[in-house]
């Protein structure tokens, strides 16, 4: 028996790639043999960590596919064909509607994601779903396997890593700065992370500024509605770093003051557990996953009015007490999150579905 982890793109950085590989290495310290095939390979990546999916050779019945789903892809398709056993882990699709606006290629992807995962709901043996919201997703698409939830994988000891000192001595400054990391992408809602902002230099303090993590490479009508925005607001201190190094990433989470998340649709959130990780406060919409990733941690607002945002904010701020009691509920549940945990969970789960032979 060979378990062979497959997805439509293994990219450098990204949280689906990360997870499967970090898998890989809980799968090869089980004593099994393992390799990842995916269409397409970033070429930052380490020669060798991945093949091409059409290089995968002949399977057995004994053979398992765990097939990372999370876009539109042939692949979503070509599993139903693989004669062997098939675990899917659901990291979620993003709803086509909200790339409508600003990019054809983004909402036929992900209208060709959901319909594949539609495809799957009776051609897989089992299922694991980043988060309880995908579980729930699934069941409502018509899954009637067993489906157990799994949180990502994340690799905690690259955050221990050096953060970049040119970007620490840049903005560690005396602003209070607020913090969004994510693909610059309409699901995301970088524009109510900016309303928000706008109420709360206005009104509360005007030494602050807001960073704006993320690539909006394939969203750059959407970024350009961003920056009319901000220009119309006539919003000063609003920073758009772009594609930038990972050392730089740690010297944002390690800069600020308040994690501000207004993202309509989330399948886990990992930035969520980095500014945990990173002991920085939390202020989130509750929306689609992002309350299960809390778990009851953070400040979770159950609308966007942006006045009400800012007020939270400056009392995150302001109130020592509070910050403390909001810190401490998300250092107890980042440790829900530690890899040793996930990791057996992983090997209780896996181990199971070889014994049963679904």
Same mark, same amino acid.
């Not at 060709?112 to 980043?130: I, P, Q």
């Given at each position: 028996?060979?378990?062979?982890?497959?997805?439509?793109?293994?990219?450098?950085?990204?949280?689906?790639?990360?997870?499967?590989?970090?898998?890989?290495?809980?799968?090869? %310290?089980?004593?099994?043999?393992?390799?990842?095939?995916?269409?397409?390979?970033?070429?930052?990546?380490?020669?060798?960590? +991945?093949?091409?999916?059409?290089?995968?050779?002949?399977?057995?019945?004994?053979?398992?596919?765990?097939?990372?789903?999370?876009? %539109?892809? *042939?692949?979503?398709?070509?599993?139903?064909?693989?004669?062997?056993?098939?675990?899917?882990?659901?990291?979620?699709?993003?709803?086509?509607?909200?790339?409508?606006?600003?990019?054809?290629?983004?909402?036929?992807?992900?209208?060709? %994601?959901?319909?594949?995962?539609?495809?799957?709901?009776?051609?897989?043996?089992?299922?694991?779903?980043?988060?309880?919201?995908?579980?729930?997703?699934?069941?409502?698409? %018509?899954?009637?396997?067993?489906?157990?939830?799994?949180?990502?994988?994340?690799?905690?000891?690259?955050?221990?890593?050096?953060?970049?000192? +040119?970007?620490?001595?840049?903005?560690?400054?005396?602003?209070?700065?607020?913090?969004?990391?994510?693909?610059?992408?309409?699901?995301?809602?970088?524009?109510?992370?900016?309303?928000?902002?706008?109420?709360?230099? *206005?009104?509360?303090?005007?030494?602050?500024?807001?960073?704006?993590?993320?690539?909006?490479?394939?969203?750059?009508?959407?970024?350009?509605?961003? *920056?009319?925005?901000?220009?119309?607001?006539?919003?000063?201190?609003?920073?758009?770093?772009?594609?930038? *190094?990972?050392?730089?990433?740690?010297?944002?989470?390690?800069?600020?003051?308040?994690?501000?998340?207004?993202?309509?649709?989330?399948?886990?959130?990992?930035?969520?557990?980095?500014?945990?990780?990173?002991?920085?406060?939390?202020?989130?919409?509750?929306?689609?996953?992002?309350?299960?990733?809390?778990?009851?941690?953070?400040?979770?607002?159950?609308?966007?009015?942006?006045?009400?945002?800012?007020?939270?904010?400056?009392?995150?701020?302001?109130?020592?007490?509070?910050?403390?009691?909001?810190?401490?509920?998300?250092?107890?549940?980042?440790?829900?999150?530690?890899?040793?945990?996930?990791?057996?969970?992983?090997?209780?789960?896996?181990?199971?579905?070889? +014994?049963?032979?679904?």
């Amino acid at each position: 028996m060979k378990i062979y982890q497959m997805l439509p793109t293994l990219s450098f950085g990204d949280a689906v790639s990360n997870d499967t590989l970090a898998l890989s290495k809980v799968i090869e %310290g089980m004593g099994y043999k393992t390799e990842i095939y995916a269409e397409n390979i970033d070429a930052r990546l380490p020669k060798g960590i +991945a093949k091409y999916v059409s290089k995968l050779p002949r399977l057995s019945a004994n053979d398992i596919i765990i097939y990372h789903l999370s876009t %539109g892809s *042939k692949l979503n398709y070509k599993l139903a064909e693989y004669r062997c056993r098939k675990v899917v882990v659901y990291h979620n699709v993003t709803p086509p509607s909200f790339f409508e606006p600003y990019s054809i290629k983004a909402t036929q992807l992900c209208s060709d %994601g959901l319909e594949g995962v539609r495809y799957l709901a009776d051609k897989v043996d089992y299922c694991l779903a980043v988060s309880e919201y995908n579980k729930q997703e699934l069941i409502q698409m %018509g899954y009637t396997c067993q489906i157990d939830v799994l949180p990502i994988l994340i690799p905690f000891d690259d955050y221990k890593k050096e953060p970049d000192a +040119a970007v620490l001595a840049k903005y560690n400054d005396g602003y209070t700065n607020l913090l969004f990391t994510g693909r610059i992408a309409p699901n995301k809602r970088q524009e109510d992370v900016i309303r928000a902002f706008y109420y709360y230099k *206005k009104f509360y303090n005007p030494k602050s500024r807001l960073i704006l993590v993320g690539s909006h490479n394939g969203m750059e009508r959407y970024y350009q509605r961003l *920056k009319s925005y901000i220009n119309a607001l006539e919003l000063e201190d609003v920073v758009f770093p772009g594609h930038i *190094k990972f050392n730089a990433i740690l010297a944002y989470y390690k800069l600020a003051d308040v994690f501000l998340c207004q993202s309509e649709h989330e399948g886990f959130c990992v930035p969520l557990v980095e500014a945990m990780c990173f002991d920085t406060p939390i202020v989130a919409f509750d929306s689609s996953a992002i309350g299960d990733t809390l778990g009851g941690s953070g400040i979770l607002l159950k609308d966007k009015n942006p006045a009400e945002t800012a007020g939270m904010i400056d009392k995150i701020v302001t109130d020592k007490q509070l910050k403390e009691t909001v810190l401490a509920n998300q250092r107890e549940r980042l440790a829900d999150f530690d890899n040793q945990k996930i990791a057996e969970a992983f090997q209780k789960y896996l181990l199971k579905f070889i +014994a049963d032979g679904r």
